[in-house]
């Protein structure tokens, strides 16, 4: 038997300080924000979110999984193509998609799937914020690239030259931290 992971407290909430299964509510869990780009939902200990605390950083090993809050007109990222599968889901509100180039707009309960290689982003859309249900495999060597795209930067989610660095790419962009979402109220779980 595996057991029960420990969930220990950090400053934006809730993380598994230990291995095993866990439940917790989203209400409850850890989050970052970032100006650029929205709010994230962790559920693991990622770095940033226990950076100061004295959990250690737990990454899940072979599916990555976040919440992400989009606010209207805001990126989630920058424009990349990961080596790895990717799958999204709306869960409330409206996003559009940038795929390959082009624009596909994205509605609650919407899937979207990304084959590895294939570039993306999403912006947020309609009056209200999107919530999107983000997961991708930790299987295999993480390569991303993050190509030039008009129609990206044109969003404020592109580079300016294409990179493999995501070190470069985010340079101009505010880090991360721990924090809730400012339109938490707004959100389907308040």
């Not at 809730?14 to 970052?32: E, I, K, Q, S, Y």
């Not at 650029?36 to 693991?44: L, P």
């Not at 992400?68 to 996003?95: I, K, M, N």
Request: negative net charge; contains cysteine.
């Amino acid at each position: 038997m595996t057991g029960e992971a420990r969930l220990e407290s950090v400053s934006s909430g809730l993380v598994p300080a230990t291995d095993g299964w866990f439940a917790v509510n989203v209400r409850d869990a850890a989050w970052l924000t970032n100006e650029a780009f929205g709010a994230r939902c962790v559920f693991e200990a990622d770095v940033p979110v226990v950076r100061g605390s004295a959990v250690e950083p737990r990454k899940f090993e072979e599916l990555g999984i976040k919440l992400a809050v989009l606010h209207p007109g805001r990126p989630s990222g920058l424009y990349h193509a990961d080596a790895r599968q990717e799958d999204f889901l709306v869960l409330s509100g409206e996003c559009v998609a940038l795929v390959e180039g082009e624009e596909r707009r994205l509605r609650a309960w919407d899937f979207f799937h990304c084959a590895p290689g294939t570039p993306h982003c999403f912006v947020g859309a309609g009056d209200e914020p999107c919530v999107l249900l983000m997961a991708g495999s930790r299987a295999g060597e993480r390569r991303v690239v993050y190509p030039e795209s008009e129609l990206a930067q044109g969003h404020g989610a592109g580079v300016e030259r294409e990179t493999d660095s995501a070190v470069e790419a985010y340079a101009p962009f505010p880090h991360w931290a721990p924090g809730r979402p400012a339109s938490w109220s707004a959100l389907p779980w308040a």
